[in-house]
């Protein structure tokens, strides 16, 4: 009999790549063999973005299989990617985990799977896998969501295909957000075509959920009570951070630059904006214009990660001397080291999209917020930080759709005058981050640990 040995398989999108690499090395730490499987697409990019310094070869092995696009093909278009995984990655699996098997002395044991791949159960029962576990790296509320499913049909607010049938909102619990059935989190992504798909995922989930020994989410008691008490089943271990391990996370598929860091030094204590929407969130020319006008218009310092592909036509896209003005006030950048950046003391709020590992990120660093959700699960996870925990404001639109440069000024400014907003950030940080060292997630997680570690 070898050492236990985990294979963990996380949706190719980076919002979940990260998380699960981070809950694979609290693994390792705990002296379980991990081996990771990406996308051939995403490997060479998560390996390409690893420094030196993260000696991630030597502690988790890292192997990648086709996701069934050809190379030119949009992994963006979620609806496309999740058809192409769907056909080619469990064969590609199970192929992979047999090989393992046959060749290496500790044998896989336990298979955990991004809840969006839940197929890789069913792979795990055909090879007689004992250990089956699913992986969460969102928020409780959208597992709760989703395995109402058969109720929402029931009583008439979608149809079979998921589609609204009602506009009434739907209330699973008291502490979770009421839910607009034009925002459930596959109305809100992509055409028709993708919601389908993104639904019919979700019913799989609900079918894998029963071959599952575990289910843990990367979220805490103190942050969604009422979704684990309506759902026992459903484990908390989160916030699953890098900084309680090795300070900085991993699993990039852009390589970072620290450079921001250094800028960050130079700023005085709780006077930066930090802007990011996460690896999808894409911008129209007019809204991006608005949101640099927005940010000189602070006078603040900020700093603004503006990947490649956020707006197009990249430096064009800047209002005409844009960068020449905010010389001295702003910076940006294309990719930054997020945790490192919302832990620095020079942070003052968080301009964010709301992504559920963005939003875990600035609450276990007591940063408050401005919600600026795109799609999917973002507008759950806004409700949340404005309703519930009440750390944030919401950015307004205009009557033609746009959020305005003024709109954007006057949030900051109301944000972070008086210092609530910052207070109840803070104790919110101080629940969360309880939770994860020494409370219900920390058990939870221990917990699992030791189950995989069961002969
Ligand atoms: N992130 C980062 N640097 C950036 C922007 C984002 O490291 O410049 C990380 C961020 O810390 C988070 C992930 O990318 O862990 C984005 O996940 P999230 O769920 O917030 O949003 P998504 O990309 O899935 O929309």
Redesign the pocket.
Known sequence: MGNPHVIAIPYP????V??SMECSLWLVKNGIKVTLVNTEFNHKRVVESLQESEKIRGTINMVCIPDGLEPWEDRNDLGKLTLGITRVMPGELEALIRRINESEVDEITCVLADCGLGWALEVAERIGLRKKALFW??AAAVLALSFNLPKLVDDGVIDNDGRPLKNEMVELSPTIPLMNPSSFIWTCIGDQTTQKIVFDVLVKTNQAVKLADWLICNSSHDLEPGAFSLFPNISPVGPLLARNRLGK?VG?F?P?DSSCLTWLDQQAANSVIYV??????VFDQTQFVELALGLELTNMPFLW?V?EDTVAGAEKAYPKGFKQTVQGQGHT???????Q??SHPSIACFV??????????GLSNGVPFLCWP???D?FLNQDYICDKWEIELRLDKDESGIIRSGEIENKIQLLLNGGIYKERALNLQARAMDSATQGISRNNFNNFIEWIKED
């Open positions: 999108a980076q919002g979940h990260i998380p790296p969102a996370s990039y852009w970072e990011a929407f996460g690896s999808f969130t990660v990947r950048v294309t990719w930054a080291p997020q945790q950046v919302l964010s999209h709301c992504g559920w590992n963005s939003t875990v990120e795109y799609f999917a973002q």
